[in-house]
């Protein structure tokens, strides 16, 4: 089957840094993507990842490593803003998404 | 500058009564997506379309019905609601599945069924 694991929560102060874990199985791959969404509200697209590296947008970077079905997103001098959740995406073999179940982030001052 | 539009916001049914969910998008996109959202679970697609006049399954079909007689318009219905799907229903629309464009969603409709 194909599932997409991430982190259920994770805990990061103000100002600091925080790195957001995704790892996929999935029938063939057409990108990873990264969407933010606050508690009510719908997601909002982050990044797009297709080839190995890392993707830098201002204070949001994603890396990918197709090799060894990883992804991560840095989000770098937290505000308390970036309190929502994470949500990691695989395009397949047949551009359908597989949707993690999301990193729920809360920022503490 | 509406995006995507997603009625009714909430709504309360009780088991085995009908009703329609209504996704309108302004952005000339080809592709339409009907997904539920469920606490602990990754975003589920139920029924999408490629374009106006077209339906297909997704992961999740059972239960559920589409429509797509216009281009900016994607409704979902519920012939029998029951139970398990309470859940909160997003829309989402895309310029095209196969280009690594983003997909924009509705602000969601929260649906219980008691």
């Known amino acids: 089957g194909q599932n997409i694991d991430q982190p259920t929560e994770m805990t990061a102060t103000e100002g600091a840094i925080v790195q957001i874990n995704c790892t996929y199985q999935?029938?063939?791959?057409?990108?990873l993507f990264w969407y933010q969404q606050h508690a009510g509200e719908a997601p909002t697209f982050l990044s797009y990842?297709?080839l190995d590296g890392l993707e830098e947008k201002g204070r949001f970077s994603s890396f990918l490593s197709r090799s060894k079905g990883y992804s991560y997103l840095l989000l770098k001098e937290l505000q308390m803003k970036d309190s929502a959740s994470y949500l990691c995406?695989?395009?397949?073999?047949?551009?359908?998404?597989?949707w993690g179940a999301g990193t729920k982030l809360i920022i503490k001052p | 500058n509406a995006g995507v539009t997603q009625t009714p916001k909430f709504r309360v049914l009780k088991t085995g009564q009908s009703m329609t969910l209504l996704c309108a998008q302004d952005?000339?996109?080809?592709?339409m997506y009907w997904y539920r959202q469920d606490p602990g679970m990754g975003l589920r697609l139920i029924h999408y379309?490629?374009?106006?006049?077209?339906?297909a399954k997704g992961e999740v079909p059972d239960g559920y019905n589409v429509s797509r007689l216009k281009k900016q318009n994607f409704l979902l219905g519920l012939e029998s609601a029951a139970p398990s799907q309470t859940s909160v229903y997003f829309c989402?629309?895309?310029?095209?599945?196969?280009?690594?464009?983003?997909?924009?969603f509705g602000e969601g409709s929260r649906l219980t069924v008691l």
């Open positions: 989402a629309s895309s310029y095209s599945e196969k280009v690594t464009g983003e997909l924009f």
């Open positions: 995406a695989v395009m397949d073999s047949n551009y359908q998404l597989i």
């Open positions: 952005m000339n996109h080809e592709y």
């Open positions: 999935t029938s063939g791959f057409n990108g």
């Open positions: 990842n297709v």
């Open positions: 379309s490629v374009g106006e006049g077209t339906t």
